[in-house]
Nanobody
Framework: QVQLVESGGGLVQAGGSLRLSCAAS???????MGWYRQAPGKRRELVAT???????NYADSVKGRFTISRDNAKNTVYLQMNSTKPEDAAVYYC??????????WGQGTQVTVSS
């Protein structure tokens, strides 16, 4: 059974930093790991992705501020959020792209940014 356990969400002051973590278990073939987010009344949007080949991709809105990294030995992906803005507030969802293009989701972690 595949499980994704997220941690690190919470309240941060605008301009501050936060680090999200997502540990995956029960999965043996991972093609990519990353993060989406969804703010109230908005569609879920891709924040960052990290492929097994080491490539990273970011939404334009977070480029230069957020950094995605991955520990392959631990099947864990991280999202370092710096210079946070009120518009970064959302529920952040970790995802894993496994074999046969199957996608697994974490339960979501709330990020609140105070201005």
């Amino acid at each position: 059974q595949v499980q994704l356990v997220e941690s690190g969400g919470g309240l941060v002051q605008a301009g501050g930093s936060l680090r999200l973590s997502c540990a995956a278990s029960g999965i043996f073939s991972i093609n990519a790991m990353g993060w989406y987010r969804q703010a109230p009344g908005k569609r879920r949007e891709l924040v960052a992705t990290h492929t097994s080949g080491g490539r990273t991709n970011y939404a334009d809105s977070v480029k230069g501020r957020f950094t995605i990294s991955r520990d392959n030995a631990k099947n864990t992906v991280y999202l370092q959020m710096n210079s946070t803005k009120p518009e970064d507030a959302a529920v952040y969802y970790c995802y894993v792209l496994g074999a046969s293009a199957r996608v697994y989701w974490g339960q979501g972690t709330q990020v609140t940014v105070s201005s």
